[in-house]
C-alpha cells in the first residue's frame, strides 16, 4: 500500500497579525490554525507528519507536543528551501509527499484526499492544486501548454500582462512523488532579489524532465484562503462556523439563528437539543439530547445530560446531570456540579460544589466550596461564606435540609439531614440532624423530631 508523508510549512513570522503570538498558534473555532490542518495531514493517515517551524518554535513545540515531528528552518529562504528541511525525517518512508501550509484552516479533508488520488493513480512527478478565481489574491498563476498541461507558476511580481490575465491560480498545495522531490528540491535556483528559494519552480523542473504534472482545480476560494492579518482570521473563522453549524443542523440540532450561533469544533450536541441565538459553546463541552440552551448562553468545558434547560447563563467546566433547569442569569464555575432534576434560579452561583438531585437552589445565591444532599431547599440569598481571607474552607448541607431565605453559613460549618434553618440566620456552628436553628449567631431552638408542644424556649 502507498505510504504519504506530510510536510506543513510553518516557519513565517506572521508580522502581519501584530501580535507577539506565532501565526499558526491563534486560535479559531476552539483550537489554534495548525491543528486544522495537523488534523487534516491525520484523517489522511499521513506518517510521518513533519512541521517546519522557525519563528516562535519553542511555543509552537509546547502547544503541538508529539503530534508532530519537527524540522527546524533557521533562515526563511522561500518554501522550497523550507521542504528541503523536512528531507531527513521523511526521505525512504513514504511514496508521496503532502506539502500543506499551516495557516489554511478551511482546505477540506476531502480536497486533500482528493489530490493525493490524483497523484496515487497517474503517478505524475506532482499534483498541485489550483483555484478558479477573478480575485487574484496575491497568489501565483498557473501556466498551461497547449495540450493543457501544467507548464509553469509565474507569480505576480514576474507576470507579464497576458498571465495577469489568468484566473488559475496556484494555491501552495502540492502532492509530490517522494522520490521526484528529494532528487529535484535541491536544484532549485534562488530567484532574485531576495535570493529565495520557491517550491513553484518544481513544476518547470518536472517538465524539463519530460515529468507530467497534474492539477485539481477547484473553484471555492474560501477553501485556499490563507490567514495573513486578523481580517483573514475572521473571515476564516465565519467559513469553518457554517460548516460546523451545518454538520449539527444536519445530525438532527436545532439552531434557531446560525448566523449568532458560535460552536467550537470539539462540541458534541445531542439529536432533538435546540440551540437559541446568541450562544457559544467552546472547548470539550458536550450536550445531551433534548436539550435547550440559551438564548444568551457562554458554555465551555462542560458536560451537560438528557433534558437541561440552560437559559441565558454562563457554565465553566462544569457537570450537569440530566432534566436542570437553570437560569437565567446563572453561573456555573469550575467543579460545579448540578445533579438530576435541580432547579438553580436567576443570580445563582455554584464553584467547587456539588448540589444534590431534586435540590432547589432559588435566586440571589452563592454556593461554594460545598456539597448540598439530595432534596434540599436553599432560599434566596444563600451563601455559603467559604473564605476566611486565607483558605477555602467547606459547607456541608444534608439531605432534605431547608436553608431560609438571607442565610449566610460560616465555612467550615455542616447543616444535618432534614434540619431548618430560618431566614436571616448567620450559621457560625453545626446544626445537628433534624434540628431548628436561628438567628444571628444562629442557635439551636430545638429538634424537630421533638413535639413542638414541649418546646419552652
Known amino acids: 500500500m502507498s505510504k504519504l508523508a506530510a510536510v506543513i510549512l510553518a516557519a513565517g513570522q506572521g508580522t502581519r497579525m501584530k501580535s507577539s503570538l506565532p501565526k499558526v498558534l491563534h486560535p479559531i473555532c476552539g483550537k489554534p490554525l495548525i491543528n486544522w490542518t495537523l488534523d487534516s495531514a491525520r484523517a489522511l493517515g499521513a506518517d510521518p507528519i513533519v512541521l517546519v517551524i522557525g519563528h516562535g518554535s519553542d511555543a509552537v513545540r509546547a502547544a503541538i507536543g508529539e503530534e508532530a515531528c519537527y524540522a527546524f528552518q533557521e533562515q526563511r529562504l522561500g518554501t522550497g528551501h523550507a521542504v528541503l528541511q523536512a528531507r531527513e525525517q521523511t526521505v525512504g518512508r513514504s511514496d508521496e509527499v503532502l506539502v500543506l501550509y499551516g495557516d489554511m484552516p478551511c482546505l477540506r479533508p476531502e480536497t486533500l484526499a482528493q489530490l493525493v488520488e490524483i497523484q496515487r493513480t497517474r503517478r505524475s512527478a506532482m499534483t498541485l492544486l489550483s483555484v478558479n478565481s477573478a480575485d487574484s489574491m496575491g497568489f501565483g498563476r498557473v501556466v498551461r501548454a497547449a495540450d493543457g498541461r501544467a507548464q509553469a507558476i509565474v507569480e ?82 465565519v467559513t469553518l462556523r457554517e460548516r460546523i453549524n451545518m454538520r449539527h443542523q444536519l445530525n438532527g440540532v436545532t439552531l434557531e439563528d446560525p448566523k449568532t450561533t458560535y460552536i467550537d469544533d470539539a462540541v458534541v450536541i445531542g439529536e432533538d437539543t435546540v440551540i437559541r441565538a446568541n450562544t457559544h459553546l467552546e472547548g470539550a463541552t458536550r450536550i445531551g439530547r433534548g436539550c435547550i440552551i440559551g438564548p444568551n448562553c457562554m458554555i465551555s468545558d462542560t458536560t451537560i445530560a438528557d433534558g437541561c434547560a440552560i437559559i441565558a447563563s454562563m457554565l465553566e467546566s462544569a ?49 461554594g466550596d460545598a456539597s448540598v ?51 436571616g440566620s448567620i450559621v457560625t456552628h453545626d446544626v445537628p440532624d433534624h434540628t431548628l436553628a436561628y438567628g444571628s449567631p444562629a442557635r439551636i431552638k430545638r429538634s424537630l423530631t421533638d413535639d413542638p408542644d414541649d418546646d419552652q424556649s
Request: aromatic share 8%; glycine share 12%; hydrophobic share 40%.
Open 156 to 237: 505576480e511580481a514576474a507576470a507579464t500582462p497576458e498571465i495577469m490575465a489568468l484566473t488559475e491560480l496556484n494555491c501552495g498545495v502540492y502532492c509530490f512523488d517522494a522520490d521526484f522531490l528529494w532528487r529535484t528540491v535541491g536544484n532549485i535556483t534562488p530567484t532574485l532579489p531576495k535570493n529565495e528559494y520557491y517550491l513553484t519552480d518544481m513544476v518547470e523542473l518536472a517538465v524539463a524532465q519530460g515529468l507530467p504534472v497534474e492539477v485539481l482545480m477547484i473553484d471555492d476560494v474560501a477553501e485556499v484562503q490563507g490567514v495573513n492579518t486578523r481580517v483573514h482570521l475572521a473571515n476564516s473563522a
Open 373 to 423: 444532599g439530595e432534596r434540599a431547599n436553599l432560599g434566596a440569598g444563600t451563601v455559603t461564606c467559604n473564605f476566611n481571607g486565607k483558605t477555602k474552607n467547606r459547607t456541608e448541607i444534608g439531605a432534605d435540609a431547608f436553608i431560609g431565605s438571607g442565610s449566610l453559613l460560616i465555612a467550615p460549618v455542616s447543616v444535618g439531614e432534614g434540619s431548618v434553618v430560618g431566614a
Open 319 to 367: 457537570q450537569v446531570d440530566e432534566d436542570v433547569h437553570m437560569g437565567p442569569f446563572g453561573h456555573l464555575r469550575p467543579g460545579a456540579h448540578l445533579g438530576p432534576r435541580v432547579k438553580m434560579g436567576n443570580f445563582g452561583e455554584v464553584k467547587n460544589a456539588t448540589i444534590g438531585a431534586d435540590s432547589y437552589m432559588s435566586h440571589f445565591s452563592y454556593v
